[in-house]
T-cell receptor, first 109, second 114 residues
Framework: DAKTTQPPSMDCAEGRAANLPCNHSTISGNEYVYWYRQIHSQGPQYIIHGLKNNETNEMASLIITEDRKSSTLILPHATLRDTAVYYCIVKIYGQNFVFGPGTRLSVLP | NAGVTQTPKFQVLKTGQSMTLQCAQDMNHNSMYWYRQDPGMGLRLIYYSASEGTTDKGEVPNGYNVSRLNKREFSLRLESAAPSQTSVYFC?????????????FGPGTRLTVT
């Protein structure tokens, strides 16, 4: 499985875009990039996933570099409720997830 | 539509005691999962069930047993609790019969073993 590296913490001003990076330089061709978040000890919440194309949904956008060695999760207008731990996970579809320590995002008023 | 529910929310056990954590989902999902989360760490998969009647080990199955009672319910049993099993336990479900990218999580059970 490809290893992922995320910064342990980030701050973002309320209303601004939050850009969360993830490095996965050993990703293989059939591994997807998934993003989840966990708000204050609640159960994790699925955000978005992608293989090689950029993806967008109502929550966020996922930008994957052309060589697929890194990606960025973008929350376009961060609110205080987006304060959470964000997990980047790289997995072959159908294999079990391993959630690492993630990035603790603090959205500041 | 309650989603994924877990009982109890909190539990304190003494070493050697047994207990069962209950999980139920009302989304007609096929797959269900049990994870544990230790302080300051990410989640680790204990067991999962891809469909009613089937269960498979995850990353950290030792010390646990599971039962997929029916499509709705998936229970986790600790036969002889140990302090190393102090953790927050999350149940999750997903629509497909393979480990899905989109899992729906319950609120968690906070277990302390003394």
């Amino acid at each position: 499985d490809a290893k992922t590296t995320q910064p342990p913490s980030m701050d973002c001003a309320e209303g601004r875009a939050a850009n969360l990076p993830c490095n996965h330089s050993t990703i293989s061709g059939n591994e997807y990039v998934y993003w989840y978040r966990q708000i204050h000890s609640q159960g994790p919440q699925y955000i978005i996933h992608g293989l090689k194309n950029n993806e967008t949904n109502e929550m966020a956008s996922l930008i994957i570099t052309e060589d697929r060695k890194s990606s960025t999760l973008i929350l376009p207008h961060a609110t205080l409720r987006d304060t959470a731990v964000y997990y980047c996970i790289v997995k072959i579809y159908g294999q079990n997830f391993v959630f690492g320590p993630g990035t603790r995002l603090s959205v500041l008023p | 539509n309650a989603g994924v529910t877990q009982t109890p929310k909190f539990q304190v056990l003494k070493t050697g005691q047994s207990m069962t954590l209950q999980c139920a989902q009302d989304m007609n999902h096929n797959s269900m999962y049990w994870y544990r989360q230790d302080p300051g760490m990410g989640l680790r998969l204990i067991y999962y069930s891809a469909s009613e009647g089937t269960t498979d080990k995850g990353e950290v199955p030792n010390g646990y047993n599971v039962s997929r009672l029916n499509k709705r319910e998936f229970s986790l049993r600790l036969e002889s609790a140990a302090p190393s099993q102090t953790s927050v336990y999350f149940c999750a479900s997903s629509p497909g019969t393979a480990i899905s990218y989109e899992q729906y999580f319950g609120p968690g059970t906070r277990l302390t073993v003394t």
